[in-house]
């Protein structure tokens, strides 16, 4: 078993910035690939950013320059520096983690508000 534990979000204007960071804890030795995936009520969750242990990172177009993923493997942490964010980012992030058995585990979301 993972645990995942968000922090980070809060009420930002408009072309701020905010960072969300997720510290993993329990079998965190089988953890292949973290990120960050977003869901606004009623619509699917959507993809935001991943680094696999590696440091490969993979992103989503709509926050290609604005959104950048790393990775503390000492810490067991993953974050998400936001930058410039839109009105449109306003939503609730989770944090994912998926094992090398591709096992998939979810922290309890983190809301970010932008105001325009």
């Known amino acids: 078993q993972v645990q995942l534990q968000e922090s980070g979000g809060g009420l930002v204007q408009a072309g701020g910035s905010l960072r969300l960071s997720c510290a993993a804890s329990g079998a965190i030795f089988s953890v292949n690939v973290m990120g960050w995936y977003r869901q606004a009520p009623g619509m699917q969750r959507d993809l935001v950013a991943t680094i696999s242990v590696g440091g490969t990172t993979n992103y ?3 926050v290609k320059g604005r959104f950048t993923i790393s990775r503390d493997n000492a810490k067991n942490t993953v974050y998400l520096q936001m930058n410039s964010l839109k009105p449109e980012d306003t939503t609730v992030y ?3 983690a998926q094992t090398y058995g591709a096992y998939n585990y979810w922290g309890q979301g983190t ?3 932008v105001s325009s």
């Open 60 to 62: 989503a177009d709509s």
């Open 94 to 96: 989770f944090c994912h």
């Open 111 to 113: 809301q970010v508000i």
